[in-house]
């Protein structure tokens, strides 16, 4: 019997490419798929998206027998999701295996900004502190108040951990969740209260620049952001003008609007600590990740049921 063909978005690890082509067969398009799709698309029933250019309704029209995506990540905003269930295409992602990474990003990035990590090593590598003596005093963090905005697997996480760092901690979601920790329903009042805001809530059209100039302002010139979500949640030309104005302390961001650009005038800021969208990026995550976007596309192919179906696919 022959196999079902997989078109990949990405090209992916060698481990995923074996485990795909046992089962599949496998077409990778590492660069633009539009050449493949236009040309054999009716043969895909399968596809794996690595790659944050994500699946439109277009490219599901131009692939009629398409029965899953898989995405590579937990976030699935590049997925055209209500356009897939319209068409009985069940979206996938891979929740929980990324939540001690993601966290441990968070939390280093939290650090880092109160103790200067970054400015420090430089302040020692180009002579200062040989030349001008000891590093300006950095911030402790026990005692201050860490705002999470986004209570999921993921914030969740990083509530447990910050637990041993002595933090206050309170959280904003649309709804309150069954967790021990004070819920702060409006968002501007939890970051006039902060001294750290960490954002992981999905991207996306409902949380689009939900961290605007009106929650920058009330963060404050000792408040830092920091942003391990998506780019799409801060209204980044608002995040540089508070910035540059003083009226935002600091910003640590994992992630931004125009993936992989990085505007020159956050890169100008010191205030800032810019990571490459690294929150999941080990080898040991990107492996687990890898092995459960593989697993629900092997699992779908099997018994009609993926392992982690997107919430709006859960019917499908
Ligand atoms: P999750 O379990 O679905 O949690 C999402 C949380 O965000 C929920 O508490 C949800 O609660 C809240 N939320 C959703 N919309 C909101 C809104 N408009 N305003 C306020 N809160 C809102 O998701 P997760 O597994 O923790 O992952 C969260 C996100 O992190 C992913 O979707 C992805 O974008 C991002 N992420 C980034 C990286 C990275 O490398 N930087 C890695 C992994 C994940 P309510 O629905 O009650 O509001
Ligand atoms: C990955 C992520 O960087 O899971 C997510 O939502 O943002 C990250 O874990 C990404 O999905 C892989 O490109």
């Known amino acids: 019997m022959s196999k079902p063909a997989v078109l990949m978005l990405g090209g992916g690890s060698e481990r995923m490419r074996e485990r795909l082509s ?34 439109g309704a277009a490219q599901m029209d131009a692939m009629p027998n398409l029965k899953a995506i898989s995405n590579y ?18 979206v996938t992602h891979t929740p929980d295996v ?31 502190w040989e030349a001008e003596g000891n590093a300006p005093l950095s911030r402790s963090i026990a005692g201050r108040l860490v705002g999470i905005v986004g209570m999921g697997r993921i914030g969740q996480t990083i509530a447990e951990k910050l637990a041993v760092f002595g933090t206050e901690i309170a959280y904003h ?8 920790l004070r819920y702060v329903p409006d968002l501007v009042t939890l970051s006039r209260q902060a001294d750290f805001l960490i954002v992981i809530t999905p991207g996306g059209p409902a949380t689009r620049h939900l961290i605007n100039a009106e929650v920058m302002d009330a963060l404050g010139p000792d408040g830092t ?16 003008a508070a910035l540059q104005e003083g ?7 994992d992630v931004f609007e125009a993936e992989p650009h990085v505007p020159e005038a956050l890169i100008a800021l010191k205030n800032t600590l810019l990571l ?39 019917h499908l």
Do not use: W
């Open 22 to 55: 046992d089962v599949f067969d496998l077409t990778v398009a590492d660069g633009d798929p539009a050449e493949v799709i236009a040309e054999r698309g009716d043969t895909f029933q399968y596809c794996l998206s690595m790659y944050h250019g994500g699946v």
């Open 73 to 90: 990540g937990v976030g699935y905003d590049s997925i055209d999701t209500p356009a897939a269930v319209e068409r009985g295409i069940v």
């Open 98 to 128: 990324l939540n001690d990474e993601v966290a441990n990003t968070a939390i280093m990035m939290l650090l880092a900004s109160a103790r200067n990590l970054v400015h420090d090593q430089a302040y020692l590598r180009h002579g200062r």
């Open 173 to 180: 979601s649309r709804t309150a969740k069954d967790v021990p």
């Open 225 to 240: 952001l920091v942003n391990v979500a998506r780019g799409s949640v801060v209204d980044q030309e608002a995040l540089i």
């Open 247 to 253: 009226r935002l302390g600091f910003a640590a961001l």
């Open 276 to 314: 490459p969208h690294v929150g999941s990026a080990t080898v040991e995550t990107r492996q687990a990740m890898g092995d459960l976007a593989v697993d629900n596309l092997i699992e779908h192919h099997k018994t009609g049921r993926a392992v982690r179906p997107v919430p709006e696919c859960q």
